[in-house]
Nanobody
Framework: VHLAESGGGLAQTGDSLTLTCTGSRLMFNNYAMAWFRQAPGKDREFVGAISRGGATTYYADSVKGRFIVSRDNANLAYLQMNSLRPEDTARYYC????????????????WGQGTQVTVSS
């Protein structure tokens, strides 16, 4: 499935941003979706994931209670980011896999190109 992220940009501490991942419609509902991020000089980090049907979500401890992953089961997935912090600055990627959601990025077969989020203090 082809994926494309949008919605990144500049924000200040405490602001909210919502990222959108647009997938090709074919079989989109068969895929679990996830968000990862990577800051310069750091490893890729799991952010959150949502199951194929949208009933189950998973979050990294660093974003739990601030970020929300959702999907519309047409061809869109979202990452709502609240109470942003400078340490949230990174390039954010959406990913898809056939099967259950997981925090292991190696298990995702399809990736978008990413969208940059920069949070200033």
């Amino acid at each position: 499935v082809h994926l494309a992220e949008s919605g990144g940009g500049l924000a200040q501490t405490g602001d909210s941003l919502t990222l959108t991942c647009t997938g090709s419609r074919l079989m989109f509902n068969n895929y679990a979706m996830a968000w990862f991020r990577q800051a310069p000089g750091k490893d890729r980090e799991f952010v959150g994931a949502i199951s194929r049907g949208g009933a189950t979500t998973y979050y990294a401890d660093s974003v739990k209670g601030r970020f929300i992953v959702s999907r519309d089961n047409a061809n869109l997935a979202y990452l709502q980011m609240n109470s942003l912090r400078p340490e949230d600055t990174a390039r954010y990627y959406c990913a898809a896999r056939l099967g259950p959601g997981t925090s292991d990025g190696a298990l995702y077969s399809d990736w978008g190109q990413g969208t940059q989020v920069t949070v200033s203090s």
